[in-house]
């Protein structure tokens, strides 16, 4: 069973960047694709941020077109997001997901605030 975590939310101001890390307890090319989303923890709000097949294909959100960038390093069975120029808006709790057939994989999420 493989588990992901997500780690690298904190405070930061508008305008700074964060870079979350997704690290799998087991081999990420098991997966199909893999998403960040953020309100994962509020039921019937997640919010798809971003997406990255196993060819390294991706796709975002418009809100987050042209500052967010996702990217996989299979040697570490890790897939980052980074964050630049981040809003207040951007605030939320952000999961990973990982999607293999028809079944998914869910972190626990972590939070990134975006205040002055």
């Known amino acids: 069973q493989v588990q992901l975590v997500e780690s690298g939310g904190g405070l930061v101001q508008p305008g700074g960047s964060l870079r979350l890390s997704c690290a799998a307890s087991g081999s990420i090319f098991s997966f199909n694709a893999m998403s960040w989303y953020r309100h994962c923890q509020a039921p019937g709000k997640h919010e798809l941020v971003a997406t990255i097949n196993s060819g390294g294909g991706t796709n975002y959100a418009d809100s987050v077109k042209g500052r967010f960038s996702i990217s996989r390093d299979n040697a570490k069975n890790t897939v980052y997001l980074q964050m630049n120029s981040l809003k207040p808006e951007d605030t939320a709790v952000y999961c990973c997901?990982?999607?293999?057939?028809?079944?998914?994989?869910w972190g626990r999420g972590t939070q990134v605030t975006v205040s002055s």
């Open positions: 997901v990982g999607y293999r057939s028809s079944s998914s994989w």
